[in-house]
């Protein structure tokens, strides 16, 4: 495994501006996971894909927010227009499909600062 | 909002001392897997029991479960300094492919 892999480590943005993250999974996962962690708490859940596939989305996720996994492998979330408040920790993982009982592998994360 | 919920916050204790860190969650779960975090990194796995089972080891590590209590317990044993580090648990949520965390466990190891 090299392990979840995130792009960028950190951005810095003004208030208003757009942003994407990028996070390539494990290869062999096909589920895919985001969240978000501020600073102090433990992360919270953000959205889940199968596959290509979108299952299952946080009311966390305003419509500011939007994420896609096109061929089922890497994946993409965007926010638009950002606020204050989106400065957080935004960590994705990934896990084998089939059952339940799978580790969920995290990535590094993206650490967004809104200025 | 978070639905699990870690004690103590914060634990400070010598190293080669045994550290415990306990974990309630309040929805029916799968499995609960408990991750190590150092600053500013991911989480790391470091041990997932499943919800038929009550005990399960790794190296160092020893994880309960009591589902009629809703609660899990982290054991580590003979700890280092590298063991320093923020401790989550997080419960897989029966029906949801999702993990819900509580806020953590501050674990420092004194040298």
């Known amino acids: 495994d090299t392990g979840v892999s995130q792009d960028p480590r950190h951005k810095i943005t003004k208030r208003g501006q757009n942003v994407t993250f990028r996070c390539d999974p494990i290869s062999e996962h096909n589920r895919l996971y985001w969240y978000r962690q501020t600073l102090g708490q433990g992360p919270e859940f953000l959205t889940y894909?199968?596959?290509?596939?979108?299952?299952?989305k946080s009311r966390l996720l305003s419509d500011r927010f939007s994420a896609e996994r096109p061929k089922g492998s890497f994946s993409t979330l965007e926010i638009q227009r950002t606020e204050q408040g989106d400065s957080a920790m935004y960590l994705c993982a990934s896990s084998r499909g089939g059952g339940v009982g799978q580790p969920q592998h995290f990535g590094d994360g993206t650490r967004l600062s809104i200025l | 909002s978070q639905q699990g919920e870690e004690d103590p916050q914060a634990l400070s204790i010598q190293e080669g001392e045994n550290a415990t860190m306990n974990c309630s969650y309040k929805?029916?779960?799968?499995?609960l897997q408990w991750y190590r975090q150092n600053s500013g990194r991911g989480l790391v796995h470091l041990i997932l029991?499943?919800?038929?089972?009550r005990e399960k080891h790794s190296g160092r590590l020893r994880v309960t479960l009591d589902t009629s209590k809703k609660s899990s317990s982290l054991l580590i044993t003979a700890s280092r300094a590298a063991d320093t580090a923020s401790y989550f648990c997080?419960?897989?949520?029966?029906?949801?492919?999702?993990?819900?965390f509580g806020q953590g466990t501050r674990l420092t190891i004194n040298p």
């Open positions: 029991i499943r919800s038929n089972e």
């Open positions: 894909f199968q596959n290509e596939a979108q299952l299952e």
């Open positions: 997080g419960g897989e949520i029966q029906g949801a492919q999702k993990l819900v």
């Open positions: 929805t029916s779960i799968n499995n």
